[in-house]
């Protein structure tokens, strides 16, 4: 018991430690091929760019919309003395315009054709037939 400290009780031949060396070796290769395979793909920084600033965008249309209109609704209770009514109307109605400015930049971004948009191009093709 003496020598289990520092010996594994079986005896070392240089063909051990070059087959496990091989092994060893064959699955380094292996494992670089396999990381190489899966590895994620490089993120673009501009297109990343890109999305944070089209996403500032939009949260920018939104509350625009809602300040614009809590303002207008603000200035009016002003004029007329009509205490908060109006400027919680025009809220409502900054809030409505906001998410509709929200949704139509969307949809510009994505390039799909707005709502409508058949009907619009439409009445301008059938205007030339004078």
Known sequence: MAG?????GRRASGRDTQEIRQRLDAL???LAKAQGRSGPPPEEP???????GQALRLATE???GVAVGGFIGWALDQ???TAPFLMVAFLFLGGA???MNVVR?????QGEPMPGHHLRQKATD????D
């Not at 930049?105 to 971004?109: D, F, R, Y």
């Open 4 to 8: 289990a400290e520092k010996e594994s």
């Open 28 to 30: 380094h290769g292996k």
């Open 46 to 52: 501009e297109g990343r760019g890109k999305a944070m």
């Open 62 to 64: 939104m509350v625009a």
């Open 79 to 81: 004029v007329f003395g």
């Open 97 to 99: 315009a906001g998410i």
């Open 105 to 109: 930049t969307a949809k510009s971004m």
């Open 126 to 129: 059938d205007d030339d037939d």
